[in-house]
T-cell receptor
Framework: AQSVTQLDSQVPVFEEAPVELRCNYS??????LFWYVQYPNQGLQLLLK??????LVKGINGFEAEFNKSQTSFHLRKPSVHISDTAEYFC????????????FGKGTRLSVIA | GAVVSQHPSWVICKSGTSVKIECRSL??????MFWYRQFPKQSLMLMAT?????????EQGVEKDKFLINHASLTLSTLTVTSAHPEDSSFYIC???????????????FGPGTRLTVL
């Protein structure tokens, strides 16, 4: 079955510390991979995406993610977080078979502690 | 990137009434539009997919007679929640995509969401 799994529902981290938010997927077809951020009572903002090419993808706000095909993972990282990074982060996948929509993981709540 | 708007951004209605939410692609033609629903502190769940001029395809468990979707033009899709009840209270997010798949990637753009509260 095709699915997206975010392994951590909540991640607390101190300000200026590094963070990694984990995402794994299961698919029998090729995929496109995305990370979105959602601030309280707001819509989604695209952080970064992997379509093809280099497996290390850099996004906005200092975030990056690495596509690992053998481990079917697309973990999001930031070397030093800020209070303003506190938000909900969603990993999402497009399964490349037909005109399929984005499928979202359950989300990870990142809480940055001063 | 392309812009998708939603209207209204929030709405409060009485139980039993119907509510219409509009989703517009402002600077591109959206061949396909998607409607998602998000409960508090939960993920986005796909409700339905609509292609311009065609009937919407609903996900399993979504009542098509309750959540009416119309995609009459390449820039407008509407979601009507009919006879709304408190359990329909949620955050509804639309998304629009231009073109078709065919092996190439067409980005999916998101609206800002509509907060529906049914009293």
């Amino acid at each position: 079955a095709q699915s997206v799994t975010q392994l951590d529902s909540q991640v607390p981290v101190f300000e200026e510390a590094p963070v990694e938010l984990r995402c794994n997927y299961s698919s029998s077809v090729s995929v496109y991979l995305f990370w979105y951020v959602q601030y309280p009572n707001q819509g989604l903002q695209l952080l970064l995406k992997y379509l093809s090419g280099s497996t290390l993808v850099k996004g906005i706000n200092g975030f990056e993610a690495e596509f690992n095909k053998s481990q079917t993972s697309f973990h999001l990282r930031k070397p030093s977080v800020h209070i303003s990074d506190t938000a909900e982060y969603f990993c999402a996948v497009i399964f490349r078979s037909g005109n399929t929509p984005l499928v979202f993981g359950k989300g990870t709540r990142l809480s940055v502690i001063a | 990137g392309a812009v998708v708007s939603q209207h209204p951004s929030w709405v409060i209605c009485k139980s039993g009434t119907s509510v219409k939410i509009e989703c517009r692609s402002l600077d591109f033609q959206a061949t396909t539009m998607f409607w998602y629903r998000q409960f508090p502190k939960q993920s986005l769940m796909l409700m339905a997919t609509s292609n311009e001029g065609s009937k919407a395809t609903y996900e399993q468990g979504v009542e098509k007679d309750k959540f009416l979707i119309n995609h009459a033009s390449l820039t407008l899709s509407t979601l009507t929640v009919t006879s709304a009840h408190p359990e329909d209270s949620s955050f509804y997010i639309c998304s629009a995509r231009s073109g078709t798949s065919g092996g190439s990637y067409n980005e999916q753009f998101f609206g800002p969401g509509t907060r529906l509260t049914v009293l």
